[in-house]
């Protein structure tokens, strides 16, 4: 609303006293209607305009910034229609501070719905007040090793800059409009009930200015309203969750039941980061699953493909990898953080009440892990323990062919070992997707220094934000074609007699790729050469091969470790 100034009575203006210098005394001062007097009544009309642009804006910006438009802006919103009304009701006196608070709340209604975009183009889903402050530091982590530690610290610096401008902001643009409102509060009365009457009949009419947005606006209640049910939704499920992690049929179970027709086996459960459904449909991909099934059945071993729903989407793959680990569903960070802290069985930890040596490689992990005592691991491959001395490549990633190495020597060419079992994090196909590192001869690996010399290596890795969204894509269908072809090539060429592969995706890579609401699927597949193991899984009625068919069994991740320990032996 614009500000009118009152005008105060002209009176006369005394003669100036002369100066020792014949100039006059009163030269200094600006008579009624000088220049600068009119130009300070623009710049405060000026500064209560950008007020109420702030304000609306805040109301009335749709969840999809791509909807923002001039046409956008032209919405009644209901919550600045009551705030106007209370500032009729209560004390002049009381106005300023009352809008003061309110507008700050505003600023971090504005946050919040921030972080909803950011974790919708993230992961598809909207920020949860109770559980997701956790992904702060690993967003931080990631920009690190997508464009480097100093871009992250400038990152991070702006964004919380940002973050406590926007309240400090809002909170200066509803304290001025509460002084202008106080000063002509006649005006304000009838504005109100004029807005107040749009509001009602464009509401009973169902008025749009566009598909999604409606004029009687009333997203800043809606974001209210979604936050609050997600934090009763929270503490409820926390009794819930806590009541299903006690109820486990192999708790008890002896590890000699456990995994009996496994014995002598060397099994690998390899999670391929970002492996999602949506893999399936580029031709980079397809050829590589048809060309590592050839080299698969060459070498005399079969697989056998199929579905399975994640609890997550374009990261947070940790949450996947407890999910199938454990046999409960982990959809959230505080799931998570309960679930570690039990002591439910995972599969890792029944390999080892069996007999198995357990170990976990994670070259993800830059330093102590301590859920690996919950995993049930002997031992943890980190980063620093694979023995890499070359670039990295994407997410400042280990190649995943390099760790299969590492974890081969390691593990499996010991005389008189007992049989493995491990879990392999590749992150090769991790976002950013970009550069990829290239297949070498398993002879030349060593510690990693013949990837020096090949073309596209590179200390720091290219931000999604640098490529625009078809060669994204066209990036992360070549990751996920080379950690497939890493994968096959290890099977066909160190299988012997009795290696067991089960590898997958954790989830759906973010919507740059997979786009909105794509089902949380991802590929899942076992590689094995002795058929007393594929028997096994007849009545799982996978497809063969490495590519699911149509007609391939979706199943929820959380079921993966029962059927298996039920396949495999164990009551």
């Known amino acids: 609303m614009s500000e009118a100034l009152p005008t105060a009575p002209a009176e006369p203006v005394p003669a100036a006293a002369p100066t020792a210098r014949g100039g006059s005394a009163g030269r200094g001062a600006e008579p009624p209607g000088a220049p600068g007097r009119s130009g300070r009544r623009v710049a405060r009309r000026a500064a209560t305009v950008a007020a109420g642009l702030l304000v609306l804006v805040a109301l009335v910006a749709p969840d999809d910034l791509r909807d923002l438009s001039p046409l956008a802006l032209a919405r009644v919103p209901v919550e600045g229609l009551l705030a106007a009304a209370v500032l009729l009701i209560i004390p002049p006196r009381a106005t300023r501070a009352s809008a003061t608070v309110a507008g700050a709340l505003l600023g971090l209604l504005v946050v919040v719905r921030c972080l909803d975009t950011g974790f919708l183009v993230a992961f598809d889903r909207p920020f949860d007040p109770l559980a997701d402050w956790y992904f702060l530091g690993p967003a931080v982590e990631f920009v690190a090793r997508s464009v480097g530690r100093p871009g992250a610290v400038a990152a ?132 590589a699953l048809d060309a590592g099934a050839a080299r698969l059945r060459a070498a005399g071993l079969v697989a056998r493909s199929a579905y399975v729903g994640s609890p997550t989407a374009g990261g947070a793959s940790w949450l996947a990898h407890a999910t199938l680990q454990s046999g409960l569903w982990v959809d959230s960070q505080r799931r998570y953080t309960d679930l570690v802290r039990t002591d439910r069985l995972t599969l890792s930890g029944a390999f080892r009440r069996a007999g198995w040596r357990t170990v976990a490689v994670a070259p993800a992990n830059h330093g102590d892990w301590p859920e690996a005592g919950f995993y049930g691991f002997d031992r943890v491959y980190n980063a620093g323990d694979l023995g890499y001395e070359g670039p990295r490549f994407t997410f400042d990633s280990v190649p995943d062919q390099f760790t299969l190495s590492a974890f081969h020597r390691a593990e499996r060419v010991a005389i008189g070992r007992p049989p493995v079992m491990a879990e392999l994090d590749l992150i090769s196909s991790h976002a950013p997707w970009s550069p990829v590192p290239p297949m070498l001869d398993w002879s030349t690996l060593g510690d990693g220094a013949a990837y020096a010399s090949v073309s596209g290596s590179r200390d720091i890795p290219e931000s999604v934000l640098s490529r625009d969204t078809g060669r994204v894509r066209a990036d992360y269908a070549r990751s996920i074609a080379y950690s497939v072809h890493s994968l096959t090539d290890y099977a066909a060429r160190y299988s012997g007699e009795n290696l067991v592969m089960v590898f997958l995706g954790d989830h759906q890579p973010a919507p740059v790729v997979a786009g909105d609401g794509a089902p949380r699927e991802a590929p899942i597949t076992i590689v094995a050469r002795d058929p007393a193991v594929l028997d096994r899984i007849t009545g799982w009625n996978w497809t063969d091969g490495l590519r699911p068919g149509p007609s391939a069994p979706v199943w929820r991740m959380d079921t993966v470790r029962d059927r298996f320990l039920a396949a495999f032996g164990g009551s």
């Open 156 to 287: 991070a610096i702006v964004a919380v800059a940002l973050a406590a401008a926007v309240p400090v902001g809002l909170a200066w643009a509803a304290a001025r409009l509460a002084r202008v409102g106080s000063a002509h509060r006649a005006r304000l009365a009838r504005t109100v009930a004029v807005l107040g009457v749009v509001w009602v009949a464009a509401a009973v009419v169902d008025a749009r200015v566009g598909p999604d947005l409606p004029v009687a606006a009333t997203e800043a209640a809606g974001v209210v309203s979604n936050q609050a049910g997600r934090v009763r939704a929270g503490l409820a499920d926390r009794d819930a969750f806590a009541a299903q992690s006690r109820v486990d049929a192999y708790r008890y179970a002896a590890g000699s039941d456990l995994l009996t027709a496994l014995r002598g086996k060397d099994v690998v459960l390899a999670f391929v980061e970002s492996y999602g459904r949506v893999a399936l449909d580029d031709p980079v991909v397809t050829a």
